[in-house]
């Protein structure tokens, strides 16, 4: 097959309008592969966890053909009718993460018969909610789902310990990142004492181990001001802000919402310091983002950032968990003078440069199997 007629359906819940890691990394993917003479759509819901109004059920982002359809909101479980006609139109049918999108491309293959791509993700095991639920479908219909799969790509090396547990045909393609514009980024305008965290206020993003930690570093007589930037899916903001007012940080502590990519570009631009204490993280994009940006990282040692990040000198991992040792670490931290860390040109083996050659020969050895 030439590299002009390769198609590929990305299937997802969530897209732009929305963002987050995963509609960040398809954009991304979609963006990117076209140089590679893949053309790439988007299928996904239309609607949001942050907004139950209904979205055009046809669009363009970044050039990209968008299609949205209606699903049944379960919250932990949405099922949809892919429409089968779009799936037959393209070569490839690229479903991101597990659950409902996933088993019906599974159960319908022998009417669209496509291959069909899985990235993973994270799982689902991001949060104990229903674990035990989770683990049986997971272990259970997961690890029959994944048979009919004929590419399951982890992005991660413990997406890939997981996976490899319900398959035997799991693969590594760790996340791309677009690290050029951040590479380029000059350091001239940080602000010392400024910290950033981007990610969704959701709980399992360790928001209250992260402010009870600055709490600590307030008490130390560390200067600082802490920004969280992300969606508040599950409505935590106005406890999070309690919280901070009640450890004595609230004047301290700016949550920004959801912004756009130039408001972030500069968020990063002005930051001294990121930091997470998010407990579980398929890969950690907005980490590596804030690497190649130059900030020094203050990071929750979880199997993601312990994998990414154990040996970089730039990196501190400390268990958030402990506020009074996650908050001596951030006195260490910020009370130092401001540096550029050496190490941030690493980044760049991440780069959708190197990612998009990945992918392609994976989508066309698919195609070429099937």
Wanted: with cysteine.
């Amino acid at each position: 097959m030439s590299a002009a007629n390769l198609s590929v359906l990305h299937v997802c819940t969530d897209f732009w309008p929305s963002t987050g890691g995963i509609e960040r990394f398809v954009l991304d993917l979609a963006r990117h592969s076209a140089a590679a003479g893949v053309q790439a759509s988007v299928l996904c819901f239309d609607r949001s966890a942050s907004s139950q109004a209904r979205m055009p059920a046809h669009d363009i982002v970044a050039g990209i053909p968008v299609h949205r359809i209606g699903f049944v909101d379960l919250k932990f479980y949405k099922p949809a009718l892919l429409p089968l006609a779009m799936l037959r139109r393209h070569d490839i049918v690229h479903v991101h993460g597990v659950g409902a999108q996933l088993d019906y491309a599974v159960a319908t293959k022998w009417l669209h018969g496509r291959p069909i791509v899985l990235s993973t993700h994270g799982g689902l095991f991001h949060t104990p909610a229903l674990l035990p639920l989770k683990r049986l479908y997971f272990f259970g219909l997961q690890r029959v789902v994944a048979k009919f799969v004929d590419a399951i790509v982890a992005c991660s090396g413990t997406d890939q310990t997981l996976f490899s547990r319900i398959s035997r045909r799991v693969g590594l393609i760790e996340n791309g990142v677009d690290v050029a514009s951040y590479l380029a980024m000059s350091r001239d305008a940080q602000e010392r004492g400024r910290c950033l965290h981007v990610g969704r206020l959701s709980d399992n993003k360790g928001v209250a181990e992260l402010l009870r930690a600055f709490a600590v570093a307030s008490e130390k007589g560390v200067s600082f001001q802490l920004r969280l930037v992300g969606r508040d899916v599950d409505g935590n903001q106005a406890r999070y802000e309690r919280l901070a007012r009640d450890l004595g940080i609230g004047a301290r502590v700016v949550f920004c919402g959801e912004i756009g990519q130039d408001a972030l570009l500069d968020e990063y631009r002005r930051a001294q310091v990121f930091v997470s204490a998010s407990r579980y993280e398929g890969f950690g994009l907005s980490a590596l983002e804030a690497k190649a940006a130059g900030l020094t990282l203050v990071l929750n040692r979880n199997a993601a950032f312990d994998s990414l990040f154990s040996r970089d000198s730039d990196a501190v991992l400390v268990d958030f968990s402990q506020a009074r040792i996650a908050g001596q670490v951030l006195v260490a931290t910020l009370a130092g003078e401001p540096v550029v860390p050496s190490t941030r040109h690493r980044a760049d083996v991440y780069s959708w440069r190197h990612k998009v050659i990945e992918w392609d020969s994976l989508y066309r050895s698919c195609v070429a199997r099937h």
